[in-house]
DNA sequence: CGGCTTA
């Protein structure tokens, strides 16, 4: 706490001073806080005024920052003072000062007497669960023999049975002290609150130093392999299909050793989200169970060329651009309040695809769209979405806890914060409410918002999946559903989610299913919700458009790591695709080593820095973001020139989708995909099925059609 | 390979 807080001679306010509840005195009616009413910490009355009432999470979530747009708050640990002048709030002796966060209202009190001591004796044997220097003790972190005691931790029917899970039954408060250590006790102070504003004080959890200090943690070496023999089959059999993994982390120990740190502020080393094993893939481990969350890709491979046929087939109407000239959004059935919302987003007139979907959308039936990416298929669903729900709004508007109405799902996190981003001003317009539910972040505020009531959620499958199996939200009434980037939400790992979710919306809900590719893929999604849809794309804007410049740049791999250096050398924004999370993050710290300034976006690192690397190459800070496919669909950045194909991609559809992040909105763009000499009858191979030409040049680093690419030369010459 | 849930 800042030093100028403190009336001289007074003492810190108790919510504050992790030594307070040491002190038996309690009060002793010296000023405190605030002496300003409405300031925050204001005390009005010293030592005998009563115990402030506390709020629950879930009223807590409620009010908090009810008065402006929940989307736009900062993020947590730029709220308050950042954090760092919070030093104790939920932690150590203060913990006991609250009332039982976020349980009392959950779950009915019964309950607890039937449930005496569930994960309660395990407990007394970990004490400090999963943390600090006892890490070390547990090599096979959160596996092992406590897995076979609790047999189904967060999975499906054992949910059932145990309503109360993580609730109100644990114990009464005061039962507090006879409880061995969950939670609490020496770990917890040493935490400087862990998971907010300090995170980056935070000493070492996950970082370098500590790294090498924790032998075992989630790593290759972590546990003797005899451990595993001896667990009871739980847990085993997918570890023996995949032998490698954890094997081609992107940072090895060795690694992380060598370069300790290059001084990269953006090198997103430190921000690594946490690995993904254990726990999260457990659910599809066990046989049986029918949560099969990310159900697993084993049978990938029923790949046939047949099946991957554009659109056509589906008999798309195509919408000429000429068709849709003067004519406004008002003609198309959108409302005054909508309209000017759409105009304030600089859309003043319809694309040809909007022109197509919106009517269409009104009238409630279903629909397909296809578009050229950044063609605007955003609007094309959001607005008339916003629409139809006005029309069947009526006085459900505004109803504290009323049940979200409408769904957009997205394949990434980031594409669901820019769908929200288009549609919130939409439905702001006319009163509606947004609210984003995706994962990587505290669910909290998520939940919170859907107390208060939404009316459309945006978000992604696994976060609204686990929130519906929470209890905490509710599809019911879901009327209308949108699937971004339809195509891939089919994919394998995709598909069965999106199924599931699109089960719990209301039975005979309109459905919207948009991509930039679309073909037999969404076949199955199509059959079971999509009875007879409305299928439009707009004609003529196909992905082979003539603003962008494709080109093959085949070369050894010696080379390629050079090469790209040379072609990310430039003045504009550039974007880089790479398979792999390693290797994206591996040439970000090449191109940063090389004075180029970088940054990578890929799933290894956590939330926070996946977001601001990427608002750093918007903003403009940077112009190089290496990514992997997780850029590859619906990300708009503007007046990226250059897109290079580090790594070629497996599928045509892939390569529209990377290639659509340039020559957005009719400017000129480039799209370089660098080969290996092998590689090239495969190349051309998916470039026919992408309907794209593109000239194959051999390169070695320092070649002449490195600048011509980067830009450095005229446009005339790169044509020539 | 990548993407997608956890206090």
């Not at 709220?79 to 959950?106: M, Q």
């Not at 996950?206 to 005899?226: H, L, Q, V």
């Not at 997918?238 to 090198?267: K, L, V």
Request: aromatic residues 4%.
């Amino acid at each position: 706490m800042p030093k100028n807080k403190k009336p001289a001679g007074g003492r810190p306010a108790k919510n504050f001073d992790p030594s307070y509840a040491r002190k038996s005195g309690g009060p002793v009616g010296t000023t405190t806080g605030s002496r300003s009413p409405g300031h925050r910490g204001y005390r009005a009355v010293e030592g005998d005024a009563p115990k402030k009432a506390r709020w629950n999470a879930d009223e807590r979530a409620a009010r908090r920052h009810s008065d402006e747009p929940r989307e736009q708050r900062a993020p947590r640990g730029d709220r308050y003072d950042g954090g760092a002048g919070r030093p104790a709030y939920n932690r150590g002796e203060n913990r006991t000062e609250r009332p039982a966060y976020g349980r009392d209202d959950r779950a009915p009190r019964g309950d607890r007497a039937e449930r005496p001591a569930y994960g309660r004796g395990e407990r007394t044997e970990r004490p400090a669960y999963g943390r600090g220097e006892n890490r070390t003790e547990r090599p096979a972190y959160n596996r092992g023999e406590n897995r076979t005691e609790r047999p189904a931790y967060n999975r499906g029917e054992n949910r059932t049975e145990r309503p109360a899970y993580n609730r109100d039954d644990r114990a009464p408060r005061n039962d507090r002290g006879e409880r061995p250590a969950y939670n609490r006790g020496e770990n917890r102070t040493e935490r400087p609150a862990y998971g907010r504003g300090e995170r980056t004080e935070r000493p070492a959890y996950n970082r370098g130093a500590n790294r090498a200090e924790r032998p075992a943690y989630n790593r290759d070496d972590r546990a003797p392999r005899g451990d595993r023999a001896e667990r009871p089959a739980y847990n085993r059999g997918e570890r023996t299909e995949r032998p490698a993994y954890n094997n081609d982390r992107p940072f090895t120990r060795g690694q992380r050793i060598e370069r300790p740190s290059t001084g990269r502020i953006s090198s997103g080393r430190d921000d690594r989200a946490p690995r993904r094993d254990s726990n999260f893939d457990r659910p599809r481990r066990d046989a049986g169970v029918d949560k099969n969350f990310y159900p697993n890709r084993d049978a990938k491979g029923n790949f046939t060329p047949e099946d991957d046929v554009v659109l056509e087939r589906l008999e798309a109407q195509a919408t000429l651009a000429v068709d849709v000239e003067g004519v406004s959004f008002s003609d198309l059935g959108l409302g005054g309040n909508i309209v000017a919302a759409l105009a304030e987003l600089g859309a003043p007139s319809p694309f040809p695809i909007q022109a197509a979907t919106i009517p269409d959308v009104i009238a409630g039936k279903d629909v397909l769209g296809r578009g050229r990416t950044g063609s605007g298929k955003t609007i094309a669903f959001g607005a008339p979405l916003v629409e139809k729900l006005m029309e069947n709004g009526g006085g459900k508007k505004r109803a504290m806890g009323r049940k979200p109405r409408a769904l957009i799902l997205a394949p990434t996190r980031e594409l669901a914060l820019q769908i929200d981003r288009t549609v919130q001003p939409i439905a702001r317009s006319v009163g509606l409410f947004t609210t984003q539910i995706y994962g990587g972040v505290p669910q909290n505020r998520q939940v919170g918002a859907l107390q208060r009531g939404v009316d459309i959620i945006v978000g992604t499958p696994g976060r609204i999946e686990d929130l519906i199996e929470q209890g905490r939200l509710d599809l019911s009434e879901v009327t209308i559903t949108v699937l971004d980037e339809a195509d891939h939400m089919c994919d394998l790992g995709f598909l069965e989610p999106v199924q599931r979710i699109l089960r719990r919306t209301a039975t005979g809900g309109q459905k919207l299913l948009f991509s930039a590719t679309l073909d037999k893929g969404v076949a199955s999604l199509v059959k079971e919700f999509l009875p007879s849809p409305a299928v439009h794309e707009v004609a003529g804007e196909d992905q082979a458009s003539a603003t962008i410049d494709h080109r093959v740049l085949v070369v050894e791999h010696r080379d390629k790591d050079r090469i790209i250096e040379e072609l990310a050398n430039r003045n504009e924004k550039t974007l880089i695709f790479s398979r792999t999370r390693a290797y994206a993050e591996r040439l970000a710290d090449q191109l940063e080593d090389a004075g180029i300034r970088a940054v990578s976006l890929h799933g290894d690192l956590n939330q926070a820095r996946r977001t601001r690397n990427l608002a750093q190459l918007t903003s403009g800070r940077v112009n190089v973001l290496v990514a992997t496919d997780v850029a590859a669909r619906g990300i708009h950045v503007d007046d990226i020139t250059l897109v290079i194909q580090a790594d070629a991609p497996d599928e045509y559809k892939t390569y529209l989708h990377r290639s659509g992040r340039t020559g957005r909105a009719g400017k000129e763009g480039v799209v370089v995909t660098i080969i290996p000499k092998a590689r090239q009858r495969r190349m051309t191979e998916l470039l026919g099925r992408a309907e794209i030409e593109a000239d194959y040049v051999s390169a070695r680093p320092g070649d002449e059609i490195i600048e011509e690419l980067a830009g450095h030369m005229t446009n005339a010459k790169l044509t020539a």
